[in-house]
Every structure is written in C-alpha cells, then in structure tokens.
C-alpha cells in the first residue's frame, strides 16, 4: 500500500452546494498522478482474487474512481445511469429522496445472473443512490461481491442502507 496521505488531497469546500454542507471536492487528488494510482489501489485492492467479473460505476464520479478500477482488477465497467441516459434497453430501479424519487438505469444485458459484481462510486453518504444500485444489481440476479467508496461520510449511515456484508472505504470523515 501506498505511503501517500490521500485525505491530503481533498479539497474541503463549504457552503457547496448550498449553505451548510461541507463538501469533499476530489478533483485534486484526481488531478495528481501518485495520488490517483494511489487511490485507485486502495480501493481495489481488497477484491484482488475475489473473482470480480465486473465492475459497477454509478453516474457520474463513479465512472471516474471506476474505470481504473476496474483495469486494476482486470474486468470491464458496467455503468449505471439516470434515468433516460441509455440507448440500449435498460432495466430501472426507483428510489426515494429527501422530497420525491429518482430512478437509475443500466443496459438490460450488462449483468446477469451470477455474475459476480463490484459496486464502486467515489463518495457514500447516506447510501441512497448506491442502495438502489444494490437493489438494481441484486434484481438482474448479480452477486454483489462488496462495494467500494473513495469516501465515505460516516455519520450520514449509507454503508448500513447497502445491506451488503462487505463496504469498503479508503478515507473516512
């Protein structure tokens, strides 16, 4: 494992997006080539030899933290979208939010039965998004190795909303 301080890297910004919220911008750890490679590592590294046939990268910093991850372990990117994004026919998952719902989507053929999946994104919070991605992944009938985060916000309990028996997080506040 690597000796670089990840936390180092991220930027705190506050009041973003709106009054009252901290937010923990990556893009500086993304911008520096050791503490991406460094990043990319740890979050891979857990699933080395777990058999991983796919990694699933939630829109849209998923994407980002989960292509490289993937190449580390040697699979493809399965993404999963919102809703309308696709152009393929898809399978859909609703969710709710604070006021209303949202939906996620993914290709109809990118994960089936069996297959043994790792779900990445770069940041849990209160774990709505990637709760639904679970729920998206476990109806296509995967098996969802664990999930991986680059962060993960603690307090806000998104790792209990996964309902998975392996959540990993490289930085936690």
Do not use: C, W
Request: proline share 5%.
């Amino acid at each position: 494992m690597s000796s670089i301080d990840l936390r180092s890297f991220i930027r705190d910004v506050p009041d973003h997006p709106k009054e009252g919220i901290l937010f923990r911008d990556l893009t500086p750890l993304l911008e520096d080539p050791q503490a991406l490679r460094a990043a990319v590592e740890a979050v891979a590294e857990p699933f080395r030899n777990q058999g991983i046939e796919q990694v699933v990268g939630i829109e849209s910093r998923g994407f980002i933290v989960g292509a490289p991850v993937a190449l580390a372990l040697g699979t493809g990117l399965v993404i999963i979208r919102k809703a309308g994004k696709l152009p393929h026919e898809v399978v859909r998952e609703e969710y709710a939010l604070e006021y209303g719902t949202d939906v996620i989507e993914m290709h109809a053929d990118s994960v089936g039965p069996g297959h043994k999946v790792l779900l990445v994104d770069d940041l849990i919070a209160t774990g709505g998004t990637a709760a639904a991605a679970v729920k998206l992944l476990t109806k296509a009938g995967a098996e969802i190795v664990g999930a991986a985060f680059l962060i993960e916000l603690a307090d806000l309990g998104g790792r209990k909303a996964l309902g998975l028996d392996r959540v990993h997080s490289v930085i936690t506040y």
